[in-house]
Every structure is written in structure tokens, then in C-alpha cells.
């Protein structure tokens, strides 16, 4: 079983630059896609940014463009999402995935689908 541990998140004044850490313990690191998604009762799951660990291919949704940054550290198999300039409106649940066999990855990297493990999630509140 392949599991991804999460931290970083918290309460957070806007403006505000915390990193989010997503560790995938036991595993081919550079076989994998990883994906950073957020969820809010309004708005449901959305993803927010990616990588493929093969090709350090990356993809950032337009509202977080310019702000969040998301890297891979292969030797301790953990991809980062730098975050910055918070806003209250990117309160949310974070969660990592993985994808462990990227094929298609390239072609539906924002379809939860081709995600297989998912983390437990970490809260990121921002007060304005």
C-alpha cells in the first residue's frame, strides 16, 4: 500500500508563504506524477498543481499562477507546494496524489481518476 504524508498546513494571515510537504515513503519516486489538489464545501475538489517526477513537467491552475510553486525533491521522495501571497479565498483542504503508473498522465493531469493514492489531507486557513 502506497501512502503519502502531508504537512504544512495551518493557520495563515493572507499574504502569507507557507510550504506544503507531500512524502511518498517506499516507492520509485521518479515513476511517479504528483498532484496537489484543494477542497471547500462551495467549490468541491479542485486541482491546484502537478508534477512528473519523470520529466519535472509542471502544471498550476490560472488562480494560483504566479503564487504557488510546486517541486520535487527526489532524493527523499517529497514534492513541495511553495505558497505565497495567500489569499482567505485559497482556504481549503489540501491533499496530495499520486500517480503511479503516468502514462496518460500528460493528458489528464486534472482528472482525480489517474490518481491512485491519495494523502489524508492538511488544513490551510487564511485570515484576512
Known amino acids: 500500500e502506497v501512502q503519502l504524508v502531508e504537512s504544512g498546513g495551518g493557520l495563515v494571515q493572507a499574504g502569507g508563504s507557507p510550504r506544503l510537504s507531500c512524502t511518498v515513503p517506499?516507492?520509485?519516486?521518479?515513476?511517479?506524477?504528483i498532484g496537489w489538489f484543494r477542497q471547500t464545501p462551495e467549490k468541491g475538489r479542485e486541482g491546484v498543481s502537478c508534477?512528473?517526477?519523470?520529466?519535472?513537467?509542471?502544471y498550476s491552475a490560472d488562480s494560483v499562477k504566479g503564487r504557488f510553486t510546486i517541486s520535487s525533491d527526489k532524493a527523499n521522495n517529497t514534492v513541495w507546494l511553495q505558497m505565497n501571497d495567500l489569499k482567505p479565498e485559497d482556504t481549503a483542504v489540501y491533499y496530495c496524489?499520486?500517480?503511479?503508473?503516468?502514462?496518460?498522465?500528460?493528458?489528464?493531469?486534472?482528472?482525480?481518476?489517474?490518481?491512485?493514492?491519495w494523502g489524508q489531507g492538511t488544513q490551510v486557513t487564511v485570515s484576512s
Open positions: 517506499g516507492v520509485n519516486f521518479i515513476d511517479y506524477a
Open positions: 508534477i512528473s517526477n519523470s520529466d519535472d513537467n509542471t
Open positions: 496524489a499520486c500517480d503511479s503508473a503516468p502514462t496518460y498522465w500528460e493528458l489528464r493531469y486534472w482528472s482525480q481518476d489517474v490518481y491512485d493514492y
